[in-house]
């Protein structure tokens, strides 16, 4: 992935067009300043919010006063279809992947829009890395907010701080190998949240980890001091034998699996090329491996050895993901497709799925392996229908870079990070049921 962090995305990802809104917008409705509109903002958030019933009655998602603009909705984002320029480390990689991607049927609606709340504020580091949403039930997500780690209960619409790394954070607990001094000022690039457990990586190597269920932090690792020491992806899972572990994925083309039983670093593979992206299968015997280089490969978890190159996507992936089936997975790549895999005939992909703007940064499965979310870098989440081939898409269309996307445990909510400057957000869908009656009820 590139070294830099945000010098790109503020100079080619900014919603220019979206800021003339926005300043139109706040001249007549504010008369002030940025900084009192994010004041009144944070003291009405409850009025800036937008809920289903409103949507409903025709309020925009986002807030988005189109009525008042001298832009419509449409063609504002005809515009952004149009002008949008996607990240490539190979040229016109976009371009060339077109031809073999699946035609989709959309339209589909398999969840429906509930909740956003403009109050919860979810940002982005680094503009390739977009894991930074995760939630642990359909009330409980972990999002970075600057420098803090925030839980939004969408229960009862309250957030509050659980890591705070914008001065000196160290760990609470002693344990072998763990780095007493901690970190001052962790500029943190992804993010992992699972039970009870919460890992946060950073641009130098930082590892930070600490257990929701207690007070402080409980681990601090650098995983490496080479110049090159992004922490690109943290996948958290349980072993065979139930010991929590989590496997980093580093730009120093390092991956590496911690044992958070005893804190300890258990394995560590080299690859020829930074790691941006790494999935662990179900029955934990192959790590999918995604990074600098268009071929992916499949590697046996145990020794790091490769089973089978993954040839076809035509740049850089960073995402990767598993259907809970244990036989087919998916990658995401900056040539604007997600391909889908069969670990049974991996000579090709078996479909070629694209996006509208630019890459596929994250890739979701729901636990039950219905269906399978993929999120662009902005403006656009697709959901797909699983079980049937994949034939069938529910296009979630909003404006604003995508900081991560996740399905909750249950499968029953979906939660996406919006990052922008005023419409930055948290937005929530939840799975269409045909009980809809009983909503009333929750």
Not at 33 to 53: F, G, H, I, R
């Amino acid at each position: 992935m590139s070294h830099h962090q945000g010098d790109y995305m503020a100079d080619e990802y900014k919603m220019e067009d979206v800021d003339d809104l926005d300043e139109e917008f706040h001249d007549r409705e504010m008369g002030g300043p940025e900084s009192e509109v994010d004041v009144y903002d944070y003291l009405n958030s409850k009025t800036a919010d937008t809920s289903s019933a409103q949507a409903r009655r025709g309020k925009d998602i986002q807030g988005i006063p189109w009525d008042r603009l001298t832009i419509t909705r449409e063609k504002y984002r005809q515009t952004r279809v149009e002008q949008y320029k996607n990240y490539e480390n190979i040229p016109r990689s976009g371009d060339g992947s077109a031809k073999e991607c699946k035609v989709t049927k959309k339209g589909g609606l398999f969840y429906e829009f509930k909740h956003n709340a403009r109050s919860v504020k979810s940002t982005i580091l680094h503009f390739q890395l977009r894991n930074l949403v995760w939630a642990t039930s359909k009330h409980d997500v972990y999002l970075m907010s600057h420098f803090s780690v925030i839980h939004w209960s969408s229960l009862t619409c309250n957030m509050s701080e659980v890591l705070n790394v914008s001065g000196h954070v160290a760990p609470c607990e002693k344990h072998p190998g763990s780095l007493l001094e901690g970190f001052t000022q962790t500029q943190v690039s992804t993010l992992a949240v699972k039970d009870k457990l919460l890992v946060a990586g950073g641009f130098q190597g930082e590892l930070i980890c600490k257990y929701l269920d207690r007070p402080g932090v409980s681990f601090c690792s650098r995983i490496t001091y080479d110049d090159n020491a992004i922490t690109n992806a943290i996948e958290i899972y349980a072993s065979s034998s139930g010991a929590v572990h989590f496997i980093a994925s580093s730009n120093d083309c390092g991956v590496r699996d911690f044992d958070m039983e005893n804190f300890q670093l258990s394995k560590h593979f080299r690859f020829p090329w930074p790691v941006n992206h790494t999935s662990l299968s179900p029955d934990g015997k192959l790590l999918i491996i995604v990074g600098d280089n268009p071929n992916g490969m499949l590697v046996d978890s145990k020794t790091g050895k490769t089973v089978m190159p993954l040839c076809g996507h035509l740049d850089y992936s960073f995402a990767s993901a598993w259907n809970p089936d244990g036989v087919t997975f998916a990658t995401g790549n900056q040539d604007k497709t997600c391909r889908i895999w069969d670990a049974r005939y991996l000579s090709k992909s078996v479909a070629v799925l694209k996006g509208n703007l630019g890459a596929i940064r994250s890739i979701r499965y729901t636990s039950d392996g219905r269906f399978m979310a993929m999120a662009e870098p902005a403006d656009f989440v697709h959901v797909y229908d699983v079980k049937n081939g994949y034939e069938k898409e529910q296009e979630i269309d909003f404006f604003g870079e995508v900081s991560g996307i996740c399905f909750s445990p249950d499968t029953e909510s979906l939660f996406i990070g919006v990052w922008d400057r005023t419409y930055g957000s948290l937005m929530e869908y939840n799975r269409c049921r045909n009980y809809a009656y009983l909503d009333s009820l929750i």
